[in-house]
């Protein structure tokens, strides 16, 4: 399949599966019932894909088949036509979702069969910027001061004027204590890596960089979003057992100790949506007014380089 053929295809069926998705999590927000919140989202997007002209295969889901029943990696979905790898996040922020906070979000991604990574269920270090920067700027391998002040320099700024997302896990406190001593803002979130390392990309938000461990599928996804819009990101695998290994290797991972950049996980032109659940930085989340249910999306389309913003509205 080519670029062009995602484009006209697949960009507006897209953002479609994300806002059914959004809308049938949005009815659990606030009500702490994570797995409720997250199966909505899950039994939602799979009806949406399942009615779609498309050959379909999940290379990023729920988990293993024995794991998750459905959108498990390797399940075939959609009625025939064009051969996609399909990323998905039924709901990035299932916390935040059955508390009701901000930046829960709907997310998936695809691309021509056989060009995305398929990641095994395991974590991943992680580092992301924006674009704009030279080639190979930040480095997964760099402390993380030393990325600071690359990047500080790249802008022409300060260390102290750089901001860094990064996940409130304790695994991290190293990291913060590292970027503090160098002046950087540490921004802490508390879920949703694929929001934060797609932050590094707008300028509005006022994040400059990513850094952290989370889990691997989420950095595919960003990876996606990334490629669509520009920036730098490097990922390695991490195991804790010899599970997680095994996962790797049926997963077609021979190498286990591999950097991975960008376009290593997004080998071909991709196409990634999001829809808000709940409001955030990035987008807005699903309304209930007048009658009407409002959602905010946005759709990113690495061969045009485009991303648009989709505000939808459809009777109760």
């Not at 295809?9 to 797995?35: H, N, P, Q």
């Not at 894909?49 to 979905?77: F, T």
């Not at 691309?111 to 920067?133: E, F, H, R, S, V």
């Not at 709940?278 to 990113?300: A, E, I, W, Y």
Request: charged share 25%; glycine share 10%.
């Amino acid at each position: 399949m080519s670029a062009e053929t995602l484009d006209r295809g697949l960009v507006l069926d897209s953002v479609r599966v994300t806002e059914i998705a959004a809308i049938a999590a949005w009815s659990l927000v606030g009500r702490g019932d994570e797995k409720a919140a997250d199966q909505a989202a899950v039994d939602a997007m799979r009806t949406a894909l399942n009615d779609l002209e498309i050959d379909g295969e999940i290379v990023i889901g729920e988990g293993e088949r024995d794991e998750a029943p459905m959108l498990y990696i390797g399940e075939k979905v959609g009625r025939g036509g064009p051969a996609v790898d399909i990323a998905l996040d039924p709901l990035e922020g299932t916390t935040l979702t059955a508390k009701a906070m901000s930046n829960a979000l709907t997310v998936m991604a695809w691309a021509p069969k056989g060009t995305l990574l398929n990641a095994p269920d395991t974590y991943m270090d992680k580092i992301a910027c924006g674009p704009g920067y030279p080639a190979g700027l930040i480095d997964l391998d760099a402390s993380p001061g030393e990325n600071v002040q690359a990047l500080a320099r790249a802008r022409g700024v300060d260390a102290s004027q750089i901001t860094v997302c990064v996940l409130d896990r304790p695994r991290h406190g190293e990291i913060i204590a590292r970027l503090r001593e160098v002046g950087a803002r540490v921004h802490l979130i508390t879920d949703g890596d694929v929001a934060g390392v797609i932050n590094t990309a707008d300028p509005d938000t006022g994040i400059d960089l990513y850094l952290g461990q989370g889990g691997a599928p989420e950095g595919v996804l960003a990876c996606a979003a990334l490629k669509c819009v520009g920036g730098q990101f490097q990922g390695r695998l991490v195991f804790r057992n010899a599970d997680e290994r095994m996962r790797a290797e049926r997963c077609g991972i021979t190498q286990l100790d591999k950097k991975y950049d960008l376009h290593e996980m997004v080998r071909a032109d991709a196409i990634f949506a999001a829809t808000g659940v709940t409001k955030g930085v990035l987008l807005d989340g699903v309304r209930l007014k007048n009658g009407f249910v409002h959602t905010h999306s946005m759709v990113m389309n690495s061969f045009t380089r485009t991303v648009r913003e989709v505000r939808m509205k459809r009777p109760v």
